[in-house]
């Protein structure tokens, strides 16, 4: 079992074929009489003078030129913002059609005006949070289950958010047929 995992292990894998390919190279060298790792070196060298001359190439542009390629390079750039944006925009509204319950965040329950917030956990599922409680009236915040501007009080008609989280599950299932 143990020998399994010697010869499994990647770390020897990988150095163990780098050693027999430069050996096995070398015995086809002798037998041959070429030079194969002679000619890959002068490959790759090749390869690294050609891409460093390029670069120290002179070349003599023209303003016209210069300013036809600015011009088309913006242009270019607007254009793939633009199809972004509109990629963007369309998958809003494909997801908008998907949750239609999104744009529902209050509701008077009871005399109690509700408002909530949505929440998308990892496995695309929505929970309600910060669920508040307000005067259906003024929409202003109770404070101590009372309004401070008009001074209403609703301490027996506020509902726990167990309550009002089931609530609106129950609404969001029967308007919007979401289970």
Known sequence: MAKKKVLNNPW????????LGVIGIRILDMIIGTTIIHLIWLFIKN?????GKFFIIKFEVTLWFFITMLIITVALIIFILWIVSFLKNKMN?????????????????E???????YIKDYSDKYYIIN?????PKCKCSLVNDS???????????????????ALIRHK???QFNIK
Not at 131 to 135: A, E, K, R, W
């Open 147 to 165: 309004c401070p501007i008009c001074h209403g009080y609703y301490y027996d008609k506020i509902k726990t958010d167990y309550e009002i989280d």
């Open 12 to 19: 020897l894998i990988a150095t163990g074929s780098a050693i």
């Open 131 to 135: 669920i508040s409680h307000f005067c």
């Open 172 to 174: 969001i299932e029967t």
């Open 47 to 51: 390869i690294f003078v050609t891409i």
């Open 111 to 117: 005399g109690v005006l509700y408002r909530w917030d």
């Open 93 to 109: 509204i494909f997801s908008d059609q998907q949750t239609p319950f999104l744009s529902y965040r209050e509701e008077v329950f």
